[in-house]
């Protein structure tokens, strides 16, 4: 029987050209199931299969386990560390201790466990044989033939046995794939599964868009031109950035093509709904976003290089097209740039701008104990926090005109007590002077409010009625009244405008 088991070996070995090996521990694990079978399913079995003469032995075995571990499960297959050492064994947590039992027959073993258990682990074997050969592919375009489709997703036969699976969130919508039609896509992943390793393709991945441009505009694949980003909404529409290295090479018109065809032929393995956006890249990130917004024109944008957010102006008459459908065209400039667009008219982006200018005047006026004229100033020339006045170096402050450096100091000394007394306010939870004194407010219910992070009366101003009467307790009437009180400034500050 022990030559039976070295015939076996090479038998299917040969026939499936995989390794002896595989082979030999499919045995094993026939041999150990047919034990179990035998003496009892709870234990655990381990068989030894010597490879050059074809004999073997059986261990029943013991994992040694923590005496106060809780994934002490079964004595039947575990072991405690105290037992273990009052038997005299030597062993340590995580060890096996083994004992040696008959072994089955070769000959009785129930044909079909052997045989399910041998195919499944050649089947196994050949399937990472074949998903191994892909496995440089992974980030690149495969094409495919479709084999079946339903309603998980479409499963792609790549030739010689390999098969790769597009899932059917990673389908372009309206992707119609009838079963032997040729298919290009992205592979995505290979993904372990219970069945064995699985080549993942999308088509609607940002991707796949990139890797077909790279494969229909041969200056892209000689780097003459790079891809510098990409957004898709997957069956409607997707931009692409683009940048010529050398200095005279168009980049957008060699994307697009003579009279579109090389746009075209990527638009048509799309599905042939998907418009594609060639944009230029610029590394002026206020220009990348103007022309990341096409067919919008651009007429005003405000950057915020703390928050990456821009505010965008545009002819209130073109608001919807810079918008996009379902807000798709600012979503797509806003996810190739990396950059929060807000999209408005030229006359609520201006009104925006002046807004938050007078409020940084009225900060200025109110903290640094200046005029309107000085703090107009300062914002005219660029600043917009109590930070920049106490800590730009002096040297930038004297080139506004009119500052001297008597000016600039008392300027300098001002915001920096300024932020001290803030950061005190802050740490000591204090209401500040303005919420203190405001009408309506009492000592008790201003420090209450300071616990809570309330300090000021612009905090205040931007708490909600019912926000109010939890952290307080106060009635809806009074938390309203309060609250309008607080907001006062904003309606005053509009009116003068």
């Known amino acids: 029987m022990n030559k039976e088991i070295l015939y076996v070996v090479d038998a299917v070995s040969n026939e499936k050209n995989v390794g002896k090996e595989l082979i030999f521990q499919a045995v094993e694990t026939a041999l150990a199931m047919a034990t179990r079978k035998r003496y009892g399913m709870g234990m655990d079995v381990r068989v030894a299969v010597n490879r050059q003469t074809g004999d073997y032995e059986t261990y029943r075995r013991w994992k040694v386990m923590d005496d106060e571990d809780p ?46 258990v041998i195919v499944a682990k050649v089947r196994e074997a050949e399937r990472e044989k074949v998903v191994s050969a892909f496995r440089d592919h992974v980030g690149h375009l495969i094409m495919g033939v479709v084999k079946r489709a339903d309603r998980k997703g479409v499963v792609l036969d790549l030739g010689e046995n390999a098969e790769a699976f597009i899932p059917r969130e990673e389908m372009i919508p309206g992707d119609m794939l009838h079963t032997g039609a040729r298919v290009r896509g992205y592979l995505k992943e290979i993904r372990q599964d219970a069945r064995g390793p699985q080549m993942i393709v999308s088509r609607a991945d940002v991707n796949f868009l990139i890797e077909l441009m790279k494969l229909e505009v041969p200056e892209v694949s000689q780097e003459m031109i790079d891809i510098m980003g990409a957004a898709r909404d997957p069956g409607s529409r997707a931009k692409v950035a683009v940048r010529a290295n050398l200095p005279n090479i168009d980049p957008i018109g060699a994307c697009v093509g003579m009279r579109g065809s090389r746009i075209q032929t990527v638009t048509n393995e799309l599905g042939g709904k998907e418009r594609v956006d060639i944009v230029l890249w610029n590394d002026d990130i206020a220009t990348y976003v103007m022309n990341a917004m096409a067919p919008a024109e651009v007429l005003s944008i405000v950057v915020d290089e703390e928050s990456k957010t821009m505010d965008i102006g545009v002819d209130s008459s073109k608001l919807s097209q810079a918008i996009g459908r379902g807000g798709q065209n600012v979503r797509l400039a806003s996810d190739l740039t990396g950059w929060i667009l807000n999209v408005m008219s030229v006359e609520e982006a201006e009104a925006k701008t002046q807004a938050e200018q007078q409020a940084v005047v009225n900060m200025f006026m109110e903290r640094l104990d200046v005029d309107e004229e000085v703090a107009v100033l300062l914002v005219e020339e660029g600043f917009t926090s109590l930070e920049e006045v106490a800590y730009v170096p002096v040297e930038e402050f004297m080139q506004i005109e009119g500052f001297d450096e008597g000016i600039i100091n008392e300027l300098r000394d001002r915001a920096q007590t300024a932020l001290l007394s803030q950061a005190i306010s802050q740490d000591s939870h204090l209401p500040a002077e303005d919420l203190l004194h405001m009408d309506g407010m009492d000592e008790a219910l201003a420090f209450k409010l300071a616990e809570n992070g309330i300090c000021t009366m612009e905090d205040l101003a931007e708490q909600a009625v019912d926000e109010l009467m939890e952290i307080t307790g106060i009635d809806e009437q009074r938390a309203a009244s309060l609250i309008m009180t607080a907001r006062a400034p904003w309606f005053a500050d509009t009116a003068e405008q």
């Open 71 to 116: 994934e002490f499960e079964s004595p039947e297959r575990q072991i405690l560390l105290s037992y273990a050492k009052d038997r005299g064994l030597d062993a340590q947590i995580g060890d096996y201790i083994e004992e040696s039992i008959a072994s089955v027959d070769f000959g009785r073993i129930a044909a079909q466990t052997a045989k399910q």
